[in-house]
């Protein structure tokens, strides 16, 4: 299936999904106001999802004078993938961690924390670069920013739900609403749903883009020991991440809490390094299973 297929179908469960909790909220009038902001976070995820993601870390833009060596890494990367350079913006904090956005490649940007620029050596920097270049590749980056936008606005409205409950606004019995009893049960699962969907889109992309990232840096091993040491970071060195957002990360930021990991939107880094280097997790170092070998081995058998 292709990500524009992809696109169109999550626009389309998030609308539909926005217009019920509307119609939990306010009956037939919510459905309305439900549907007008849907198409307007609809327009705005399309044009403008980069511009709030970043805005939301405070990212802010670097220049190849700033930051020569990461641009030549980046510039290396895009010339053997075949993209376009893409802006590169850097986020202040300590954790470590990164992230790709943008509608397409031409307007694509790589964004890296302070942190991982840090942490990192070169031959990690470039692991965790091509795995960004990976998503833009693979053209993940669209979808990412509008799962995050739309998963954002279905936040507000399951918040909107719970103030209604607790002071019985919104509510007109002959429009159709909900009692609050409803309403508080609504915007419990509403943002688990939210997630759900995050995860429906963004898990499978992860191993295809450790798989790009193998590929463009010619092996396995800076992606894996990049990604050994964020997740020894992770909890070390928390990242104040909105959960919807966490799905566009190279690494879940919030993986330090414990409810978080029940719906993580990454799969699990000991597997994700273990299809990189050809070892599950467990296998006490007999040969690899079919379909476990090393994923440069089968790039380049």
């Keep these: 299936m292709s990500n524009q297929i992809r696109t169109t179908i999550l626009l389309a469960l998030l609308t539909a999904f926005l217009v019920w909790i509307g119609g939990m909220i306010g009956g037939r009038g919510g459905m309305l106001a439900a549907l007008i902001l849907a198409a307007g976070m609809n327009f705005f995820s399309y044009w403008y999802s980069d511009r709030i993601v970043l805005s939301m870390y405070r990212a802010e833009a670097v220049t190849p004078e700033e930051a020569p060596e990461l641009y030549d890494m980046v510039r290396e990367l895009a010339a053997r993938a075949g993209l376009p350079m893409p802006r590169i913006y ?27 620029l840090r942490l990192m050596d070169r031959e990690e920097l470039m692991g965790v670069l091509a795995h960004e270049l990976g998503h833009v590749r693979n053209r993940d980056i669209l979808i990412g920013s509008i799962a995050a936008t739309m998963a954002g606005a279905v936040m507000m409205l399951a918040s909107m739900a719970r103030w209604s409950a607790i002071f019985g606004g919104f509510r007109d019995d002959e429009e159709g609403g ?87 939107t990454h799969p699990p880094l000991a597997e994700r390094i273990a299809r990189l280097r050809g070892n599950p997790p467990g296998n006490g170092g007999r040969r690899p299973r079919a379909g476990h070998e090393n994923i440069w081995d089968r790039l380049s058998g």
Excluded: C, W
């Design 90 to 116: 850097v986020i202040p904090g300590d954790s470590p961690n990164a992230f790709a956005t943008g509608r397409n490649p031409e307007h694509a940007v790589v964004a890296v924390t302070e942190g991982l």
């Design 178 to 264: 909900i009692g609050g009893l409803g309403l508080i049960v609504m915007s419990i699962l509403a943002p688990i749903a939210a997630m759900l969907i995050q995860m429906a889109v963004s898990r499978s992309r992860e191993y295809l883009a450790d798989e790009t990232a193998a590929r463009l840096t010619g092996g396995p091993e800076g992606l894996s020991r990049a990604l050994e040491k964020l997740g020894a970071y992770a909890g070390r060195l928390p990242m104040h991440a909105r959960p919807e957002t966490a799905h566009m990360f190279i690494v879940n930021p919030l993986s330090g809490q414990r409810l978080m990991r029940l719906f993580s």
